[in-house]
């Protein structure tokens, strides 16, 4: 089994969209790499057949290594020990392989050891790997959190630290405690700058902290004494090697129980301030959350490949009545229904991709050059079209991870509630996506301003403008139809001027919004590759315009005098 | 302490899945339905190589096989997971070749290409021919100590004042393991259970992925014709090197069929045309009948 070669949608999404090109011609200088490293492109189709031998490697890794420890992972989990995690046997076992195919740094710039890769190609390792096992993929993808380093690090910590994650060495983000979750503005670590040995001190605790004893971490912590907002708050490096955090416990969990989630005590830990003081959840937890909610969104559409690829199995496998229960529309109903949504949520999942790649490469051609004009207009369009798809592409993919899941047992019956299948593992793996890197109630909050100032409707007309394929055309008169409740039901909500209501319809707003958005991207897939995408296409619309239609009345029904029935104080 | 070690692969149909045309009418293996793949134990060996490489800097790590312009695959695969190259010998002449003859064929080009060799590892057997003579004697051939049946390489020592090395390695033996030392250079045969070989390192797939055999090129084409030619030229590890018989001065009468005394008697193809099974329903009879056969076959009871 190849997670890469077997999912011919996988490629399809990396090599169809015009911005690929783009995309490349940024991210490699216009190749200008390849007379000093001998992996570098010559060229873009150069590029792209290099992707794709890349994540064949990790298709290859996952299917013959990672997936197949996963159930061994999910039952012996992390061990704490003397104050240090130790991983379950089979991770280290995935480690290895990992970093002997070199799998690590991904994005960073080959001088410091990176394979500077584009972000979409990344987004579609780490897919890969959560299909194989998501709890690996988090202690895998957390090396995600260089590019914070990378941004706004100096020179020195970035020669320090971004060849040793390239290596293979872990990261974790340290920034929740047990009184600062969602609101990270109340952290409450100490950091205090010590001045007889010129190094800031760490002091205090942490919670939930992923792959908390890893290498290398960045942390949250208050550097300026007497503050009790975000305004006090700075982000710090603490290298394992110098000492002074331990692991105080490791969580029991539901789910991704491969990946050790950590308590941690920090007893005057050495640090390095990371970038600017007073910047740290401002700026720079808001770029490294960015990025984890898109290796989510990620993790998420991992999960509902695999829960498409194990209700498929056991459907045609299983023989009730006398035939494979697949023959039965109600299973088949579901099965459908799981890939509709997959197909669906992995289009915008690499669009929102596509949109980082282009700011991100331009944020980083700022740091050798002035911009031009153009490309300073450019930088700022894709930064607003990420901001607005991120919050988008992670609530909604998880929310179906959590739904694919949940159908996946359901195929399976009675056999699907007990331990020995697959899918009772990855519908608890599922469970936490649409909790951290900020909840599906955060993730609307987020995105509801892209909503109420039109900017996912500006979006969502320019899609409506573009040719399909003549027989995509029947549909555009639905989707039409769902624009306009949108944009009806948006105005609604904007007219009332209530706060309260806003808030009680912003969910209902977002989902509407997520299904047209992704219905729209759906569509163009089906009309490049109707093998691939013209069933699911058939399948989505029904679901979307149903979901749509539910969302419309809940709003149409909402009026300042209900609000009172929602309360529960 | 830095070792030459040359790995002998060999590119195989993959047995293990055979299908009902696996075999040719005329008894032979047919190779157009079988996927072409590096043999199984020769990954094993190509482990315990570059284990050592990582272990003292300045190893070098070659991969040597027989076969037509196609197995250059099994080189670019190694090269992809950590060899430093590749030698692909390959000569009508070397065509039809049993053990004997593609020992001799094998030892000869070591003696060309690696006159300093330290270790010459390769994997217990192929799975098309499964005979596990060709390690051994292309030890004999060479004059080399060798070990067969290799789990893992234990430990490499050299002693520094007469710069002696030798090897322990702990082999599979019927019931057990064992653990041996000799000196080098040494032949190890590496059995199946050793470690599973490393998979590809991505940075090396992009910088080999177009190295290719002259053999390999479409008819009539150089280098300097195919689609990024100048990388050629300024690669050299891009152009895998072949070796003919007049490569290594092979002796002709040795190599492939003249040098094969092995002949095939006949070839009996065995072909399950029913399936051994016995279909019982639900009822007593059957139920009882099945029970005393059990019985009689000492399956139960």
Known sequence: MNYYKDIPEIKFELENSPLMQRIIELKERNFEDKEQYDEAPQDFADAMDSYDRVLDVVGDIVGNIVGPNAEAVDAEGPHHEGGRVRYASKTYENLEAMNKAGLNGMTMPRRYGGLNLPVTVYTAANEIVSAGDAGFENIWSLQDCIETLYCFGNEEQRQKYIPRVCAGETMSMDLTEPDAGSDLQSVMLKATYDEENQCWRLNGSKRFITNGDSDIHLVLARSEAGTRDGRGLSMFIYDKRDGGVDVRRIENKLGIHGSPTCELVYKNAKAELCGDRKLGLIKYVMSLMNGARLGIAAQSVGLSQTAYNEALAYARDRKQFGKAIIEFPAVAEMISNIKAKLDAGRALLYQTARYVDVYKALEDIARERKLEPEERQELKKYSRLADAFTPLAKGMNSEYANQNTYDCIQVHGGSGFMLEYACQRIYRDARITSIYEGTTQLQTVAAIRYVTNGMYAQVIEEMLGETVAPECEGYKARIQAMAEKLNACTARVKEAQNDELHDLCARHLYEMTGDVVMLLLLMQNATRCPELFAKSLQVYVNLAEADVEKNNALVNRMTTECIENYRQA | ?301
């Open chain 2, 1 to 301: 302490m830095k070792l030459n070690i040359i790995v002998l692969a060999k590119q195989v149909p993959d047995t293990r899945n055979v299908g009902p045309d696996a075999m040719t009418p005329e008894g032979t293996v047919n190779r157009s339905a079988l996927p072409a793949i590096f043999n199984p134990e020769d990954l094993n060996a190509l482990e315990q190589a570059l284990r050592l490489k990582d272990q003292f800097p300045g190893t070098t790590v070659h991969v040597l096989t027989m076969g037509p312009g196609r197995a250059a695959e099994v080189i670019r695969e190694a090269m992809y997971r950590g060899a430093d190259g590749g030698y692909l010998l390959t000569d009508r002449a070397f065509a039809g070749a049993d053990t004997l003859a593609t020992s001799y064929a094998l030892a000869t080009a070591i003696k060309h290409v690696c006159p300093q060799v330290d270790l010459i590892i390769g994997g217990r057997q192929a799975i098309d021919g499964d005979t596990a003579q060709v390690g051994p004697q292309v030890a004999e051939k060479l004059g080399l100590n060798q070990i067969t049946y290799v789990e893992e390489i234990v430990e490499v020592k050299s002693e520094e004042r007469t710069l002696h090395s030798s090897l322990i390695a702990r082999r599979h033996i019927d019931g057990g393991v064992e653990t041996v030392e000799s000196a080098l250079p040494l032949v190890l045969t590496v059995n199946g259970s050793a470690a599973p070989c490393r998979p590809r390192n991505v940075k090396r797939v992009m910088k080999f992925k177009r190295a290719l055999a002259p053999l390999e090129l479409p008819q009539g084409q150089t280098y300097e014709d195919l689609p990024y030619a100048d990388q050629y030229g300024k690669k050299q590890y891009l152009k895998i090197q072949q070796l003919t018989t007049a490569d290594v001065n092979a002796d002709l009468q040795q190599c492939g069929l003249a040098g094969s005394p092995t002949k095939v008697k006949a070839v009996e193809n065995i072909v399950f045309k029913a399936k051994e099974s016995k279909v019982l329903t639900g009822s007593d009879e059957d139920i009882n009948g099945l029970v005393k056969e059990l019985l009689a076959s000492h399956t139960i009871g």
